[in-house]
């Protein structure tokens, strides 16, 4: 059984470029949640995927956005990037569709923006 | 919103000795609370977590304690050990929405 993993592990891009973050679900999970975490912060709930459908989404504006894919692995895009979008992104997945179910998270992708 | 507040950012305590991690939240709607522990370089692991309908909740050397009327919740560890040492998310969730951190407490357990 393997885990949450996810890549790339560091990025840097400039204000104004888009990005792709991706996140290879826990085996047998079909739900995928994507957090960020700011430097001193806890993690900020970003949404959430269920079969592929966006199942909830926290305040985060539009220009971040998802995708869920058969296999059940994700994407976080985020377009425009700004300075305060620098941060560790962690994906977390789980076997429903509920924060009570243990949720196993990745290991994060630490974006810079410059 | 900061609804979920870890005030202590640090803590330091001696091997074999209690580790009390403080966590208050401020949504009276929250029904569930998880403790999540997380080394360097690795993505937050579950540790314990508690219902509203609970008080406390045991699982070995971790005790959750829930005071609802403070909204108040601690973790305990006893006795703490080096391998502790890491930093320590609550979380907190409502009517099954989606989980709020609090900052975490890093807390180093010295030999």
Known sequence: ETGVTQSPTHLIKTRGQQVTLRCSSQSGHNTVSWYQQALGQGPQFIFQYYREEENGRGNFPPRFSGLQFPNYSSELNVNALELDDSALYLCASSLVVSPQETQYFGPGTRLLVL | ?111
């Open chain 2, 1 to 111: 919103d900061q609804q979920v507040k870890q005030n202590s950012p640090s803590l330091s305590v001696q091997e074999g000795r209690i580790s009390i991690l403080n966590c208050d939240y401020t949504n009276s709607m929250f029904d569930y609370f998880l403790w999540y522990k997380k080394y360097p370089a690795e993505g937050p692991t579950f540790l314990i977590s508690i219902s509203s309908i609970k008080d406390k909740n045991e699982d070995g050397r971790f005790t959750v304690f829930l005071n609802k009327s403070a909204k108040h919740l601690s973790l305990h560890i006893v006795p703490s050990q080096p391998g502790d040492s890491a930093v320590y998310f609550c979380a907190a969730s409502a009517n099954n929405n989606d989980m709020r951190f609090g900052a975490g407490t890093r807390l180093t357990v010295k030999p």
